[in-house]
């Protein structure tokens, strides 16, 4: 069974950085559209950026405009969130998805990792 395992997380200060992973356990990962999610408490899971294997077509949240990249390293079968001056906001549990095309809602992936939580504080 595919698993996606998300690491990365932690406690960091306003403004500062965090690049977040998401290892995927299949052999051929291609044949899966990747996306990046959070959830804050209280909030709905909400959609952050998402983006093919080959980067034929990417798609990114307002939220992340700037400050958030996507990208995949299909050597090591790994999907990262690079994030940049980091927001009380953006306080969440980071989550990583795996769906048969790409997609900017929950219900568009079938596979989700466990999260790991991302802290900003001021």
């Known amino acids: 069974q595919v698993q996606l395992v998300e690491s990365g997380g932690r406690s960091v200060q306003a403004g500062g950085s965090l690049r977040l992973s998401c290892v995927v356990s299949e052999r051929s990962p291609d044949t899966y559209n990747m996306g990046w999610f959070r959830e804050a408490p209280g909030k709905e899971r909400e959609f952050v950026a998402a983006?093919?294997?080959?980067?034929?077509?990417?798609a990114r949240a307002p939220l992340g405009k700037g400050r958030f990249t996507m990208s995949m390293d299909s050597a090591t079968n790994t999907v990262y969130l690079q994030m940049n001056n980091l927001k009380v906001d953006d306080t969440a549990v980071y989550y990583c998805?795996?769906?048969?095309?790409?997609?900017?809602?929950?219900?568009?992936?079938?596979?989700w990792g466990r999260g790991t939580q991302v802290t900003v504080s001021l």
């Open positions: 983006s093919g294997w080959r980067g034929s077509s990417t």
């Open positions: 998805a795996a769906g048969p095309r790409m997609a900017t809602k929950v219900d568009g992936y079938s596979l």
